[in-house]
């Protein structure tokens, strides 16, 4: 292994937000907006130049930091899904800048206040822990960067200072941590068996004996604590719904992906063939009673937001479905399922960015988030019902949206597999995700009641960047599937 030409710009990607953070919060005041907004566009362009890159080169960009190779020093790998997953992040991120504008934005001559300072800035501490996690090439270092994530996360969620809310952060706080001693644990059993973390040089030494398989499995449950798998889910639903709406994007549309990526690496970099052939079932049968359970909870909320989080109970499910059908079949078959779960990944993060950001628009002109009273929300906030809708396509899979191409292909991959009844599970879930999303929009397009007003103005602004993440996951599956090629490199 040796690191490539433009490998500087990985160790960029990481030391621009940790400097706009540090920056940021030794300035205060508005510095911390202009600082994020300044930050976005070359966020945007370093990500779309190492994004192509990977594809011109069809191989992974690799860093050694400070010049020194593992297993004495650290190496950044940037693979397909590592530049996919980062071109998603800088994406969503720029998108989360400009919506928070109108909510933490401090107006000149006004004094600095807490909540503007410290959403700017555990913002960027968030983005530099993302990219951190997807690049990382050493598991301890991605358990610091996990950890980064959770603790920038809470942060965000708890902004507003209600005290239901530190409750329920509190609970997923809990849960992250057991998650990380447990993944702290597994990495200690690793490193006393083979002297090593680099995920590249595990590889090439793992064996299935019992250390390995009882750190795969320390491991592996911590990561699904920290994605919220069921039956682990049992802290998301309330930590997402009451987490302002920028955090709650965040939150569900990419802080749960970095565990999943992570989780990625771990069994088809770093296991034995032989025992992620045995574990792959079992995720995959977690993810199918995830996809059922979490829609069918979705279907009896009463609030909008709490409708979204365990949406995203659901659409985790999914992500799981491609292990079996990954591991142990023929070639074409297994880069089927390994397309349509990276896919799944990034247009779910799309989506669920768009509906938590719809949904919180429509709350707030609204004056609340109770469905059975949404009646003239489409009026209210005409351009987030519509977002909400096309986020909702997606999710069910509908044509064409990028949930369809990715659904599609986690089907036929079941199909010639063998595996037919992941294929059902995959249709009774778009079936239930259609049933609620169809319940939100029949009521929001109802006529209000004659004496019905807005409870307050809705910002134009935040409209438009909802309803530019829900057209961007849709336009997702009108890429040609070629495009989709990219997940594959370095695989």
Not at 44 to 56: E, R
Not at 70 to 98: F, K, N, Q, S, Y
Not at 204 to 212: I, S
Not at 238 to 262: F, I, M, N
Request: hydrophobic letters at 65%; charged letters at 10%; aromatic letters at 10%.
């Amino acid at each position: 292994m040796e690191a490539t030409p433009g490998g500087a710009l990985l160790v960029l990607m990481l030391v621009i937000p940790v400097t706009g953070l540090l920056i940021a919060f030794a300035q205060g005041g508005r510095a911390p907006e202009r600082i994020a907004l300044w930050l976005a566009p070359l966020g945007l362009a370093m990500a779309a130049v190492l994004l192509a890159g990977v594809l011109h080169a069809k191989a992974p960009v690799i860093a050694f930091v400070g010049g020194w190779a593992p297993p004495l020093g650290l190496a950044l790998r940037a693979d397909g899904l590592a530049a996919a997953m980062l071109m998603t992040t800088a994406v969503i991120i720029a998108a989360i800048i400009l919506f928070a504008r109108a909510d933490y934005m401090t107006p000149p001559g006004l004094p600095e206040a807490r909540a503007p300072l410290a959403f700017w800035c555990f913002l960027l501490a968030l983005w530099a822990a993302l990219n951190a996690a997807f690049l990382g090439g050493d598991l301890f270092n991605l358990f610091v960067a996990l950890e980064m994530l959770t603790f920038g996360a809470l942060a965000l969620a708890c902004l507003d200072g209600r005290a239901t809310q530190f409750k329920a952060e509190l609970r997923y706080l809990l849960f992250a941590l057991i998650g990380s001693v447990l993944y702290l644990l597994g990495t200690a059993l690793l490193y006393g068996a083979y002297g090593t973390l680099d995920i590249l040089l595990l590889s090439r030494a793992a064996r299935a004996d019992a250390p390995t398989i009882v750190a795969a499995s320390l491991m592996t449950v911590g990561l699904l604590g920290k994605m919220a798998l069921f039956p682990l889910h049992l802290w998301l639903p309330a930590a997402h719904a009451g987490a302002p709406p920028a955090a709650s994007a965040l939150l569900s549309g990419l802080v749960v992906k970095a565990s999943y990526v992570l989780l990625l690496r771990l069994w088809f970099w770093v296991m034995p063939a032989a025992l992620l052939l045995a574990v792959a079932p079992i995720l995959a049968l977690l993810g199918a009673a995830a996809i059922l359970f979490g829609s069918v909870v979705a279907l009896r909320q009463a609030r909008l937001k709490l409708l979204v989080a365990y949406s995203t109970v659901a659409q985790i499910g999914y992500l799981f479905l491609m292990f079996p059908l990954a591991a142990g079949s023929l070639a074409e078959v297994a880069e089927r399922a390994w397309t349509g779960g990276a896919l799944q990944a990034i247009s779910h993060a799309f989506a669920k960015a768009a509906m938590f950001l719809a949904a919180g628009v429509i709350a707030r002109g609204m004056g609340h988030d109770r469905i059975a009273e949404l009646h003239g929300a489409a009026r209210v906030a005409p351009l987030s019902v519509l977002a909400f809708g096309l986020a909702g396509l997606s999710l069910m899979g509908i044509p064409p949206s990028g949930g369809f191409t990715a659904k599609w292909l986690l089907l036929q991959a079941a199909l010639y597999a063998g595996q037919w009844w992941w294929a059902l599970v995959i249709v009774a879930g778009g079936l239930l995700t259609g049933g609620y999303v169809f319940r939100v929009l029949s009521t929001a397009m109802r006529a209000p009641a004659p004496d019905f007003a807005p409870a307050a103005p809705v910002d134009a602004m935040q409209e438009r960047v909802a309803l530019g993440l829900a057209v961007i996951s849709v336009v997702l599956g009108l890429l040609p599937l070629a495009a989709f090629g990219l997940v594959l490199i370095g695989r």
